[in-house]
């Protein structure tokens, strides 16, 4: 029975990539002459560190053009988390990667196909979600249809089977 899985899976390899390039254009930058504005990555969480709120925003801009340019969709960050204060008048700001489908998600796609009415069925199976159906065209509209509803999440379909 034809198949595909609906994931969530960001290139790591251009996010650090990404990271380098920007602690490398931080370097070369003379607005952070002697700042401790950097940014580390740690397996999928990316730690932004400046100065102060604006040079956060000044570092997130470069990171995020970096991420651009290296065709990583800049939808994979999780930036909800609030800037801290580590002393002084030093700043942090924790930034996660999003990898894999929140259950949350999957039950919106779940739902989606359901309500849909398409001879398709679609199955939470861990961090992914896998579409069965009968016909091949059934599932590139179900893919169409995930892509128009879930806009927020950079869904990417893995293991077309026919």
Wanted: glycine share 4%; aromatic share 4%; hydrophobic share 40%.
């Amino acid at each position: 029975m034809p198949s595909f899985d609906a994931v969530l899976d960001p290139n790591l390899v251009e996010v650090r990539n990404a990271v380098d390039q920007t602690a490398k254009e931080i370097g070369t930058r003379f607005d952070f002459k002697g700042s401790s504005a950097r940014v580390e990555l740690k397996e999928k969480e990316l730690t932004v560190y400046a100065d102060s709120d604006f040079q956060i925003g000044q570092v997130m801009d470069i990171l995020l053009a970096k991420l651009t340019k290296r065709s990583v969709d800049i939808r994979f960050l999780d930036r909800s988390a609030k800037i801290e204060k580590i002393g002084g008048d030093k700043v942090k700001q924790l930034i996660t990667v999003k990898n894999g489908i929140d259950s949350d998600t999957a039950k919106k796609i779940q739902t989606l196909i359901k309500q849909s009415k398409m001879k398709v069925q679609a199955a939470i199976q861990g961090d992914t979600v896998r579409v069965t159906g009968a016909k091949r065209d059934d599932l590139q509209a179900a893919m169409a249809l995930i892509r128009k509803e879930v806009p927020d999440a950079p869904l990417s379909f893995d293991n077309f089977r026919d």
